[in-house]
């Protein structure tokens, strides 16, 4: 699936649906793709910080613990845990817990997605 972040206007999302549901009515493949649309760029660099970014293309490669993460992107576990939880929020990443043998639970951290697409207009 692809991810794509915008900051379409309506007439833009309107335009994009009236699209695809033409295509759908011609009986055309849909690539699977999700829609997060923000107000303005500001919030998406508000949400898509560049570490959380960097969290993003790594979470991509494969699934991680939290503390994995944070070991692989040299960072704070507590601000890695907050960036992930942010970006759960919008979707972007998805969490799933898993025994732990020996030391209880652990939050490993997925992508929701195997690109990310992020288009912008000022």
């Known amino acids: ?4 972040v915008t900051n379409d206007s309506f007439e ?3 335009k994009r649906s009236g699209e695809r549901a033409k295509r759908l009515a011609r009986g055309e493949k849909i690539v699977s793709q999700k ?14 910080t560049t570490e959380r970014m960097r969290l993003c ?4 490669t ?12 040299k960072r704070d576990p507590k601000s890695v ?10 979707g972007v990443l998805r969490t799933r817990e898993e025994i732990n043998p020996g030391h209880g639970r652990v939050k490993i951290v997925e992508s929701t997605s195997k ?3 992020l288009r912008t207009t000022f």
Not at 35 to 48: A, H, K, M, Q, R
Not at 63 to 69: A, E, H, I, N, R
Not at 83 to 88: A, H, Q, R
């Open 35 to 48: 829609t997060i649309n923000f107000e303005s760029p500001f919030d998406i660099f508000e949400v898509l």
């Open 12 to 14: 833009e999302v309107a």
């Open 57 to 60: 293309i790594l979470a991509r």
């Open 81 to 90: 845990r907050r960036d992930v939880l942010k970006l759960e929020k919008y």
């Open 62 to 73: 494969k699934s991680y613990s939290v503390s994995g993460l944070a070991a692989a992107l």
């Open 115 to 117: 690109s990310l697409q």
């Open 1 to 4: 699936m692809k991810l794509v």
